[in-house]
């Protein structure tokens, strides 16, 4: 049973806009969120992060957002670039071990 | 980049033979992770280590052993390879387990025929 998901398999967005990447979840212990971009034939590579004592976490570009009550969260990227394009995961850990449960990704593409 | 090496990058391989991958990090980080990936699944754990010789399953744990004798180094073996175990595997490494980022390396591609 997938802990967390991105029902959106691809984004597509033009050069200069924000891109808007969402994730949800449904394990009620996770504490910790994180978002991924992942280009073909490479490791995933970490982007942001953010704790559940927060709502909003920001760097650069990148701001991710957290709706605890929700359960949901999301990463906005702007200005998008074409160099953005890449698939992004979102991923999730809690106290209750060490465990991190990934989403299946979502695929952007920025149009130039 | 964190230090992290997988190997070999590429190995195809018959049903029914043993498989071993190898993962060495330099960043002397206490947990390491085994992941693959597989289309519409996203990144699944496999198994975890969090010390030397300290290790656990994850959530797609069947079929797969892990070891961990020295804190640098984490293989992923498949003792008796399936044509489901087809899939590209990650190696991951975090300094302070759930509350800290993980870092990746770059895969190993793994094809059963």
């Known amino acids: 049973d997938q802990q967390v998901k991105q029902n959106s398999p691809s984004l597509s967005v033009q050069e200069g806009r924000i891109s808007i990447l969402n994730c949800d979840y449904t394990?009620?212990?996770?504490?910790?969120f994180l978002w991924y971009k992942k280009y073909p034939a490479e490791g995933p590579t970490f982007l942001i992060s953010?704790?559940?004592?927060?709502d909003k976490n920001e760097d650069g570009r990148f701001t991710v957002f957290l709706n605890k009550s929700a359960k949901h969260l999301s990463l906005h990227i702007v200005p998008s670039q074409p160099g953005d394009s890449a698939v992004y995961f979102c991923?999730?850990?809690?106290?209750?071990?060490?465990?991190?449960?990934f989403g299946t990704g979502t695929s952007l593409t920025v149009i130039p | 980049d964190a230090g992290i090496t997988q190997s070999p990058r590429h190995k195809v391989t018959e049903t029914g033979t043993p498989v071993t991958l190898r993962c060495h990090q330099t960043?002397?980080?206490?947990?390491m992770y085994w992941y693959r990936q597989d289309p519409g699944h996203g990144l699944r754990l496999i198994h975890y280590?969090?010390?030397?010789?300290?290790?656990d399953k994850g959530e797609v744990s069947d079929g797969y052993s892990v070891s961990r004798s020295k804190t640098e180094d984490f293989l992923l073996t498949l003792e008796s390879a399936t044509s489901s175990q087809t899939s590209v595997y990650f190696c991951?490494?975090?300094?302070?387990?759930?509350?800290?980022?993980?870092?990746f390396g770059n895969g190993t591609r793994l094809t059963v025929t």
């Open positions: 991951a490494i975090s300094d302070l387990g759930w509350n800290s980022p993980l870092h």
């Open positions: 394990n009620s212990m996770f504490d910790y």
């Open positions: 953010i704790s559940s004592i927060k």
């Open positions: 991923a999730a850990s809690g106290t209750a071990g060490n465990q991190f449960y």
């Open positions: 960043e002397n980080h206490r947990y």
């Open positions: 280590s969090y010390g030397v010789k300290d290790t």
